[in-house]
């Protein structure tokens, strides 16, 4: 599951669902927008609570070739076969 760390410090866990898109979808919203939007977070501190949910599983949203570090295909994302690993 999920996480991103609260405007209190303290880890919340999250579900990604469809609910979530569609939701999203119903405010005329992207994802991203949406979840910034609903969960509130220290975004100085922490990063804005869609980056922080995608790190958490592994979801790299910048690659970085210096680094090693790929973003997953949607497949991966979608299967839950996120690995954060450099190669």
Do not use: K, W
């Not at 927008?33 to 609570?49: H, M, Q």
């Amino acid at each position: 599951m999920a996480a991103f760390i609260d405007a209190q410090g303290a880890t919340q866990q999250f579900e990604m669902s469809l609910d979530v898109v569609r939701e999203a979808c119903a405010s005329a919203m992207s994802v991203r927008d949406f979840i910034n939007s609903e969960l509130t977070t220290d975004v100085e501190a922490y990063g804005d609570p869609f980056s922080q949910l995608c790190a958490s599983e592994g979801i790299v949203l910048q690659p970085s070739r210096q680094h090693g570090l790929r973003s997953p295909t949607l497949a991966q994302a979608l299967g839950g076969r996120t690995v954060l690993e450099a190669g």
